[in-house]
């Protein structure tokens, strides 16, 4: 399994992105999906995961703010990030578990990650 994430970059506090997470080698959709940041000097935080049935679920540091969401027919994860705060500076990383989840935001969960996507907001 591969996961390339993109979409990453600066911008100002308040302001919209983002991220894509392309698979290769397993089908998203048959999947538990996840997107984890690392800020420096913090461990690595689960932000939001979709399961195979695309039921969600969301740190309560992003929650109506960010949206995760699956295309399918392009095996690619998403994550919508909006009002954006310098808080949210951190490297974003994509996983995936091909088997079942109990706690879909904890990164012990997850066996296949992406090399992650720098986000920078400023103040």
């Known amino acids: 399994v591969q996961l390339l994430e993109s979409g990453g970059g600066s911008l100002q506090a308040g302001g919209s992105l983002i991220l894509s997470c392309v698979a290769s080698?397993?089908?998203?959709?048959?999947?538990?999906m996840g997107w984890f940041r690392r800020a420096p000097g913090n461990e690595r935080e689960g932000v939001a995961s979709?399961?195979?049935?695309?039921?969600?679920q969301y740190a309560d540091s992003v929650k109506g703010r960010f949206t995760v969401f699956r295309d399918n027919a392009k095996n690619t994860l998403y994550l919508q990030m909006s009002s954006l705060a310098p808080e949210d500076t951190a490297m974003y990383y994509c996983?995936?578990?091909?088997?079942?989840?109990?706690?879909?935001?904890?990164?012990?969960?997850?066996?296949?990650w992406g090399q992650g996507t720098q986000v920078t907001v400023s103040s």
């Open positions: 979709v399961d195979m049935y695309g039921r969600m």
């Open positions: 996983a995936l578990s091909r088997t079942w989840v109990r706690w879909p935001l904890q990164r012990r969960e997850y066996a296949d």
């Open positions: 080698g397993y089908t998203i959709s048959t999947a538990y």
